[in-house]
């Protein structure tokens, strides 16, 4: 038999609450042309059970005896994936029907892709709805600071992979440290369409460990830049990152240092790193918004925008004077 057009590739852990809504939203996809590779890893609760309720020929189901957490079951499911193109699954998310359709027809109108992911609406509470950047210059320079794809949104191109995996060192930010190995050679997007449902769990916050593997992955991407930061900023850029107030001349640094060093690698399109750069500004300016400061800096200040200047300047007043 021939090879299926899509390898869809989910693994599960004990996610016997929301599995069926997450396999239902695969197998009632437009799109048909796809094997579904489910990763039972080590599950002890129902899941294996729910997995084997289903009686569609798609579905390729694989045990692991033990647990072998994410990146090494992901690995396995890439290995077995005889897809053209591979599509990422989390067990307790939602597929919208056109989403497999929608990515499809974008890859081989646009064959110099090589991954694509969609914009994201939340099952909450909190509901949200996350617009990722789309083109590749605008993700790379997110990147820069954060991850700038959803992971289960994702559709590669088989033969991402055929240099390189998930690597285990960055577990925990797994999805974000391949977005950086991939930018250095491969073209990034992000369809802006919502066509994706992620399930927002109570209480669900970023792991210390989480945070940290995602500094290391940043130093990773700053290093595409050939951009070597001082020890002391790599500390403020951390505040940053955490929503923590930096002083003005503290961030200007950091953000003049990545700058610079972009400006002579090429690496990244200087406009589209300068937005990221500024709205990251802006956004710690309005943590703490004093009047004062806005003298004191105002030379640095306006180099990141007059327009935005003058908008925050203007806030800043108001809320003085109400006591906001």
């Not at 957490?69 to 029907?97: C, E, F, H, W």
Request: glycine share 4%.
């Amino acid at each position: 038999m021939r090879n299926p057009t899509i390898s869809v590739v989910m693994p599960v852990y004990n996610g016997e609450k929301y599995l069926n809504e997450a396999i239902d939203s695969i197998l009632h996809q437009t799109y048909t042309d796809f094997e579904f590779i489910i990763l039972n890893d080590g599950s002890t609760d129902k899941t294996e059970e729910i997995i084997l309720s289903y009686d569609d020929p798609r579905i390729v189901y694989v045990k692991n005896e033990e647990n072998l957490q994410i990146v090494k079951t992901l690995n396995k499911g890439i290995a077995l994936a005889k897809g053209k193109y591979i599509a990422r699954m989390d067990a307790d998310d939602i597929s919208l029907p056109e989403r497999f359709e929608k990515q499809i027809a974008f890859m081989e109108e646009n064959p110099d892709i090589d991954v694509c992911g969609t914009w994201v609406e939340t099952i909450g509470p909190p509901y949200e709805y996350w617009r990722y950047p789309v083109d590749n210059e605008q993700i790379k320079a997110a990147l820069v600071f954060n991850s700038a794809l959803a992971h289960p949104t994702v559709m590669f191109r088989n033969t991402v992979f055929e240099h390189t995996l998930y690597e285990e060192t960055y577990n925990k930010a797994e999805d974000y440290a391949l977005w950086v190995k991939l930018s250095k050679e491969h073209r990034l997007h992000n369809l802006p369409l919502f066509l994706f449902q992620y399930r927002l769990h109570p209480g669900q916050t970023e792991s210390v460990r989480q945070f940290e593997v995602a500094s290391m992955v940043r130093q990773k991407m700053l290093s595409n830049l050939n951009c070597s930061l001082k020890t002391e900023q790599i500390g403020f850029l951390r505040d940053i990152m955490l929503d923590k107030v930096v002083e003005i001349d503290k961030m200007d640094s950091i953000f003049t240092t990545i700058l610079n060093a972009n400006d002579k690698t090429g690496f990244i399109d200087d406009k589209a790193l300068k937005t990221v750069i500024i709205n990251m500004f802006w956004r710690n300016i309005r943590l703490s918004c004093k009047v004062k400061v806005f003298y004191k800096y105002r030379f640095i200040l306006k180099k990141y925008g007059l327009l935005k200047y003058f908008k925050s300047l203007i806030k800043c007043i108001i809320g003085s004077r109400y006591g906001k």
